[in-house]
C-alpha cells in the first residue's frame, strides 16, 4: 500500500484558498491507485509537522502543490517534514525514512514537463480547431508567467514550456511574457503577427491578477476574447483560464507519483492501525473527542456535536461523505472561517453518519492528527517541542519570532490558545487524561501551531509600528 501527500499552502485568513489540494485530493483518490490520499498545509491543519503521522502506510509520496520550484518548496516544507534538506530538489526527488515512513518528496507540480499539455489544453478549450494546419499556422500561443525577480525558477518554468512548446510546431509562434517584468503582457501587439493570439496565464489559481490586473492589462472588459486591428492587422485575442485549475492537473500529479517510485509499496504501519482500532472500538461504545460526540448507529457510526445530544436527527443537517462534513466544520456557527479546528468553535446542527471505513477522513476533517498525537501521548512517545526550538526553525518573514522573550509568547498564546481544546505541553502545561481515558477536552498540543508563530509575529510588529509608539 502507498499513501500520498498533496502538501499546500493554506491559508489562517481565508478557507478558500485549501480548495485547489482539496479538488486534486479528490480526483486522485477516485482513480483507486492510492492507499488514501492526504491533504496537508503550511497554514492548516493538517501541518507539514503532523502530516506524515497521519498516514497509515509506511510508503508516502509527497508532492508539492506549487506551480514553481522557490522558498516554500524547497525551504518550508522540506524542513517542516524534516526531510533534513535545504534548496533545489534534484529531478528524481529525495527520498528519507522518517518515523518508520519511507518518504519520497517530489518536485513541484508545475516544472513536471506534462504542463505542456495542461497549456495546450487550456490553448484547446478557447481554439477547439487549433490542431487543424491552416488555424495552428494562423495562431500565436502567448505563456503567461508572472515575472518576478524573486523568484528566477518561475520564469524559467514559463521560458521552458514556451521552448517545448514551439518545438512542438503546432503554433506560428510561442512567446514568454510577463506580468511584472519584461517582455510584458501588453507589449504583444508589437511581437505578435499571427490573426489568433491565446494567452494562458501559467497560474497557479483564480485570482486578483488572473482576473483582474491582466484582463486589465490585455483590455478585456467582461469578456475572454478581444477583437483588434493592430499594425499587423485585425486580430483576436483570446484568453484562457490559469493551468492550475484544470483537471488535467491531476494526471501531472499521477505521473509526478509514478515517477518518485517503482515499489511495490509499503506496510501498514502498525502504530497508526492501532491508533485507529482503538478509537472505532471506543466510538462504537459511544465516545466524546473534543467537541464531538461519536455514536453507533444501526451499524454505523454518527458525529455530532456534543451539545446537539438528544436533539432529534430531523433539526439536524446530515451529511454522509467526509467531503460534506469537512466543508461544514470549516467555518463556525457564524459562518467564519476556523483557522485552527480545535478552537472551541465547532459548529452546531449537523451530523454525519459514516461507516468505520470512513470514520478515520471524518475525524481528521473535524480534528486533523488529534487521533494519532494523543494516542502517541498516551503511550509516551509523543515529544514536545519547546518554543525556542520551534522560533529557531523560522525563516523569511517569520524569523522575527526569534527575538519575542519568553513573557511575550506567553502573553500572546494566553490569548490565543485560549479559545484551543489542546493542551500546551510544549509550554510545560500538566495533561492528565485524554479522551481515549473518557476526558473529551484531554488533547494535547505539542508544538506551538503556525497560527500561534503568525499572532506572535503580529504582536511584535505591532510593538514596533508607528502608531504604538
Ligand atoms: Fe491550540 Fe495554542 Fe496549540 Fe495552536 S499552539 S494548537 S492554538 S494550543
Redesign the pocket.
Known amino acids: 500500500m502507498r499513501s500520498l501527500v498533496l502538501v499546500g499552502h493554506g491559508s489562517h485568513l481565508n478557507g478558500d484558498s485549501a480548495g485547489a489540494v482539496y479538488y486534486y485530493a479528490e480526483l486522485v483518490r477516485q482513480q483507486g491507485i492510492f492507499a488514501e490520499v492526504i491533504e496537508g498545509y503550511w497554514k492548516e491543519e493538517p501541518s507539514l509537522r503532523q502530516v506524515l503521522k497521519t498516514s497509515a502506510s509506511t510508503e508516502v509520496t509527497v508532492i508539492p502543490m506549487f506551480i514553481s520550484e522557490g522558498y516554500f518548496t524547497e525551504t518550508v516544507i522540506p524542513r517542516e517534514l524534516g526531510l533534513g534538506h535545504q534548496g533545489p530538489v534534484p529531478e528524481g526527488g529525495i527520498a528519507r525514512v522518517i518515523g518508520g515512513r519511507t518518504v519520497r518528496y517530489t518536485l513541484p507540480y508545475g516544472v513536471h514537463p506534462k504542463m505542456q499539455d495542461v497549456i495546450l489544453a487550456r490553448a484547446r478549450e478557447v481554439l477547439p480547431d487549433l490542431d487543424r494546419p491552416e488555424v495552428g499556422r494562423d495562431t500565436t500561443l502567448v505563456v503567461l508567467g508572472h515575472g518576478t525577480t524573486r523568484n528566477e525558477n518561475s520564469n524559467k518554468v514559463i521560458e521552458r514550456n514556451a521552448a517545448a512548446l514551439r518545438e512542438r510546431g503546432i503554433f506560428a509562434e510561442v512567446h514568454a511574457l510577463y506580468l511584472d517584468e519584461d517582455p510584458k503582457v501588453g507589449t504583444w501587439p508589437e511581437r505578435v503577427g499571427a490573426k489568433n493570439v491565446v494567452i494562458v496565464p501559467f497560474f497557479a489559481s483564480e485570482g486578483w491578477h488572473t482576473q483582474e490586473t491582466i484582463p486589465a492589462e490585455l483590455g478585456l472588459t467582461g469578456t475572454a476574447t478581444l477583437f483588434t486591428d493592430t499594425p499587423s492587422g485585425p486580430q483576436t485575442v483570446y484568453y484562457t483560464k490559469p493551468v492550475g485549475t484544470h483537471p488535467m492537473i491531476a494526471e501531472v500529479i499521477l505521473q509526478l507519483a509514478a515517477e518518485a517510485s517503482q515499489a511495490r509499496g509499503g506496510d501498514l504501519d502498525r502504530t497508526h492501525a492501532e491508533s485507529w482500532r482503538l478509537l472505532t472500538r471506543l466510538a462504537h461504545g459511544g465516545l466524546r473527542v473534543g467537541e464531538v460526540l461519536i455514536s453507533p448507529y444501526s451499524g454505523l457510526l454518527e458525529l455530532r456535536h456534543m451539545l446537539d445530544e438528544g436533539r432529534p436527527t430531523t433539526d439536524l443537517l446530515t451529511y454522509v461523505t467526509p467531503e460534506g462534513l469537512r466543508d461544514r466544520v470549516r467555518q463556525d456557527d457564524a459562518g467564519e472561517y476556523r483557522p485552527?479546528r480545535?478552537?472551541r468553535t465547532l459548529p452546531r446542527g449537523w451530523r454525519a453518519v459514516v461507516d468505520e471505513a470512513d470514520l478515520r477522513r471524518a475525524l481528521h476533517y473535524i480534528y486533523p492528527a488529534v487521533v494519532e498525537e494523543t494516542r502517541a501521548y498516551t503511550c509516551h512517545s509523543l515529544r514536545a517541542t519547546p518554543w525556542p526550538t520551534t522560533a529557531r526553525r523560522q525563516t523569511g518573514i517569520y524569523a522575527k519570532v526569534q527575538k519575542a522573550s519568553s513573557a511575550q509568547v506567553e502573553a500572546v498564546?494566553q490569548k490565543?490558545?485560549a479559545?484551543?481544546l489542546?493542551?500546551?505541553l510544549?509550554a510545560a502545561e500538566p495533561l492528565g487524561q485524554t479522551f481515549f481515558d473518557g476526558v473529551p477536552g484531554g488533547i494535547p498540543?505539542a508544538e506551538?501551531?503556525t497560527?500561534?508563530v503568525a499572532a506572535v509575529r503580529d504582536e511584535l510588529s505591532a510593538e514596533k509600528s508607528p502608531e504604538k509608539q
Do not use: D, I, K, Q
Request: aromatic fraction near 18%; glycine fraction near 0%; hydrophobic fraction near 45%.
Open positions: 485552527v480545535t478552537f498564546a490565543v490558545c479559545a484551543c489542546r493542551t500546551r510544549w498540543c506551538a501551531c497560527y500561534l
